[in-house]
């Protein structure tokens, strides 16, 4: 078998790198309503997914909000932006920030 008819070896073959894993960071302000955590969670989990990162603490001058910050990783910038549009929509959902990161 001559060198020109031979298969090329597997690491001259070009491989694509794989796409970066983003972490997917939700800040998320909200009434100290008892029903609203397993809304938020539920976004999460009828996709499969358990949050990386979830704290939560009453806060305001009588603890009658919540702040909750939460990281998903696995998630596409799409899927992403729409899960925070679904956050808004919540009834005790006052205020959603999002930012991204790499994965560790």
């Given at each position: 078998?001559?060198?020109s008819s031979?298969?090329s070896?597997?690491?001259?073959a070009?491989?694509?790198?794989?796409?970066?894993?983003?972490?997917f960071c939700?800040?998320?302000?909200?009434?100290?309503?008892p029903?609203?955590?397993?809304?938020i969670l539920?976004?999460?989990?009828?996709?499969?997914?358990?949050?990386?990162?979830?704290?939560?603490?009453?806060?305001g001058?009588d603890?009658g909000?919540?702040?909750?910050d939460?990281q998903?990783?696995?998630l596409?910038?799409?899927?992403?932006?729409?899960i925070?549009?679904?956050?808004?929509?919540?009834?005790c959902?006052?205020?959603?920030?999002?930012?991204?990161?790499?994965?560790?």
């Amino acid at each position: 078998m001559s060198a020109s008819s031979q298969p090329s070896r597997s690491e001259d073959a070009f491989v694509p790198p794989a796409p970066a894993v983003k972490v997917f960071c939700y800040s998320i302000q909200a009434d100290a309503d008892p029903g609203v955590m397993p809304r938020i969670l539920e976004l999460f989990a009828k996709r499969n997914m358990v949050p990386r990162r979830w704290v939560s603490d009453r806060v305001g001058a009588d603890g009658g909000e919540l702040a909750i910050d939460l990281q998903v990783e696995g998630l596409c910038p799409d899927v992403a932006a729409y899960i925070a549009r679904c956050l808004l929509q919540l009834h005790c959902v006052e205020r959603v920030l999002t930012s991204e990161k790499p994965a560790p």
